[in-house]
């Protein structure tokens, strides 16, 4: 019998979440960054082994949310949470043993599902620190997402949790995202990268034409910011910075569909969009009375 099932990654914001799904799958699909809360919605990633299949979700890091973006994102992981047949707690081994998932995510009651709490980032651990986890937290799972040290041994270790099941999805599917989602993700993740710390949270980005069927592909790309000072920075001098974030995010997305890409970037205001419900709609975000918690 196979067993298929869903995998929720859960943690506080740059518990290496979206790094330990990518690593899972072999593939780029969720966004990384040094700046936490890079993660805005669950990314859907599907690992099939041999007769297991994990439908494995990136979420939002935990967090007391502050604005509507904010709310949106916890309630999008807390909407995983109810969903998964696994939890993967993910915590940063460096700080230490985490606190109970129930009292990191302030939930009400514990969730449904299993909990397997997962170590990252134990490359950066020294032998002893790690010894001393593995006394005080002995069930839990030690890995480097970042370099793959343990990631076999948590598949191991998640797979008698999944239900006994037929695959969920065609065995060569890596994911249920369009390309149209993940080329708005690169987008931004080159503004994450590019930005100085006080622009890239308020930078969304919108796909507002995508034409495969030319050659190049051509694709109408809109960053969206508050501010009109905050478009002065994105635009750069002359040009500059939105040119060349332009040009990054094009050598990306030509990776992503192998084909040469012709992208028009635009950077546009959207006054106080984090905090703004009729905005976040109109970018995709789902609120919480639309199905969160």
Known sequence: M??????????????GKSTLLNRLIGEKLSITSDKPQSTRDRIVGILTKDDVQMIVLDTPGLL????????????????????ADVIAYLADARE????????????????????????????????????????NMPTAIQLSALTGEGVDTFVREVTPHLPESPFLYPDDE??????????????????????EDEVPYSVACGIEEFREDRSPVYIRAVIYVERESQKGILVGHKGARIRELGRASRLKIERLVGKPVFLDLWVKVLPNWRRNVQSLRRLGYTLPQEGGR
Do not use: C
């Open 2 to 15: 196979t067993r298929a099932g869903i995998v929720t990654v859960v943690g506080k914001p740059n518990a």
């Open 64 to 83: 007391e949310p502050r604005y509507e973006l904010q709310r949106s994102m916890r309630a999008t992981s807390l909407k995983a949470l109810d969903d």
């Open 96 to 135: 230490g043993a985490p606190p109970p998932l129930r009292e990191a995510a302030e939930l009400p009651r514990d969730p449904r599902a299993p909990i397997l709490t997962v170590l990252n980032k134990i490359d950066a651990v020294g032998s002893e620190a790690r010894d001393t986890l593995r006394r």
């Open 174 to 195: 890596i994911g249920t995202q369009s390309v149209r989602f993940f080329a708005s993700e690169l987008v931004r993740e080159t503004a994450l990268e590019q930005l």
